[in-house]
């Protein structure tokens, strides 16, 4: 079955243009169906982060669900892992996130967290779809049984003391200067605050979201602004979250950027010192650095990979019993506490152990060497086929030595053609992902003068 809707992330489009009123009640309507036939509560919780549009996803979203008699409870804007948590806590039949990430403010996107506080697989989203293209009015509730809408102003303090109990008992943040950029987006008020309860100094960024503003030229897409004051302020660590506060990044006292395989790589050699890895190695993605695998290899730990997506992710270290995953994007999972990836969550265990070691960022968070790598993002309208991706990878790849690799793929969230190359020269590297992007960009031009 084609997937007509749902993406590597929920859907996700361009609000008003693809993400319209009527698919997002839809959506509502069908994901309802589906899950109140074994509903405890028929509640469902809707979160989301800054978007202008997030107003109107939000109220279509509520119309389908209340249509077919499910209750709604309704956070505002709250990160992502926030809502999976919620969902869990209030015992609610579904959660939803509305929110497209990293995405610009144009775009929006719906996704789902089941009863556990996970996202829906591959096989539920389809059912979702399936539900869509035969729903009918029969599925409607009766007029006494059309369900209710309300919201809830609690859930902010209970996340932030969540978040705070994932951090070592009776540790206190006090002395670190923290500098914290939210994007502009959903993390704006929780993690500050967060952060000041622990103790720190706080200097907040990205704090003001106008409904335009949500990741422009701030947060973990675009690190430049926090470098830009950790410096200044002569910060001991700053932390820049995404969108929807599921992903960060770091920049040590120094100001170089650290991404979340340096992150994974830090967590996993504190949890493996302490014993409380729950098997001999994480799970990361096929995007993730070749020099966290030499580095996990080094300490007996494997390095697991999936396809792009922290679900796939989650799903792998749900499967194998592994208690650590994640990308180099930032998305760390931290199974012992969340389900789903959380930004502040990640932060908190690097600045513990930058408090437990009294040693600055720039030497607790560099763990290896990265093999050279370079990351491209070719736009296009025309979306090639995975045999055609894969001939252009299988072409290329040999010219990057026996520990290169080149993967050539299509964006399951935005209309790029995504190459990424590494290998031991980095002139190689950049010579395959020039020429490769260059014969994609050709092919495009190909395909628009035929059209």
Same mark, same amino acid.
């Given at each position: ?166 951090? @070592?008992?009776?540790?206190?943040? $006090? ?56 410096? $200044? ?47 001999? =190695? ?32 989650? $799903? ?9 995953? =994640? ?13 789903? =990836? ?41 979306? @090639? ?60 031009? $190909? ?5």
């Amino acid at each position: 079955m084609t997937r007509k809707h749902f993406g590597t992330d929920g859907v996700r489009g361009r609000a008003n243009v693809l993400l319209t009123p009527d698919l997002a009640m839809r959506v509502g309507q069908a994901a309802g169906v589906l899950f109140r036939t074994n509903a405890v509560n028929r509640r469902v919780v809707i979160g989301k982060d800054t978007r202008i549009s997030g107003y109107m996803i939000e109220t279509a979203l509520v119309a389908g669900f209340t249509s077919i008699g499910m209750d709604v409870l309704q956070l505002g804007p709250m990160p992502s892992p926030a809502v999976a948590m919620i969902t869990r806590a209030m015992r609610a039949d579904l959660g939803v996130m509305i929110s497209a990430s990293h995405n610009p403010f144009a775009d929006n996107g719906i996704k789902f967290f089941g009863p556990d506080g996970y996202k829906l697989s591959d096989a539920q989203e389809m059912e979702i779809e399936a539900v869509m293209d035969s729903f009918t009015s029969a599925s409607l509730a009766a007029p006494d049984a059309i369900g209710r809408a309300k919201r809830i102003d609690s859930v902010r303090a209970r996340y932030v003391e969540f978040v705070k109990r994932t951090m @070592p008992r009776e540790m206190s943040l $006090e002395g670190l200067r923290v500098v914290i950029d939210c994007a502009n987006g959903a993390g704006y008020k929780v993690a500050p605050e967060a952060l000041w309860e622990l103790g720190a100094e706080v200097i907040a960024i990205g704090v003001e979201p106008d409904g335009f503003n949500i990741n422009r030229d701030v947060g973990s897409t675009a690190p430049e602004a926090l470098r830009r004051k950790v410096l $200044e302020l002569r910060a001991d660590i700053g932390i820049a979250l995404d969108g929807d506060a599921d992903r960060v990044l770091v920049v040590d006292e120094k100001g170089q950027v650290i991404d979340g395989d340096q992150i994974l790589a830090l967590i996993a050699d504190q949890l493996q010192e302490e014993g409380r890895l729950s098997q001999p =190695g994480i799970v990361a993605t096929v995007m993730s650095n070749g020099g966290l695998e030499t580095h996990l290899a080094e300490r007996k730990m494997a390095l697991v990979r999936t396809a792009v997506g922290d679900r796939y992710v989650i $799903e792998r270290m749900r499967a194998d019993g592994y208690n650590l995953g =994640g990308e180099a994007s930032g998305h760390i999972i931290l199974s012992d506490h969340v389900t789903t =990836g959380d930004g502040l969550v990640a932060a908190l265990q690097v600045l513990a152990a930058i408090r437990q070691t009294d040693r600055p960022a720039s030497e607790v968070c560099r763990r290896f060497e990265p093999m050279p790598q370079i990351v491209e993002n070719v736009p296009t309208l025309h979306r @090639p086929s995975a045999a055609a991706l894969a001939a252009l990878t299988q072409a290329h790849e040999r010219r990057l030595g026996a520990r290169g690799r080149l993967l050539v793929r299509l964006s399951g969230t935005e209309n790029f053609v995504r190459i990424m190359a590494e290998g031991e020269d980095a002139g190689v590297v950049r010579s395959v992902v020039d020429e490769v992007c260059g014969l994609v960009r050709g092919d495009l031009s $190909e395909r628009d003068r035929a059209a």
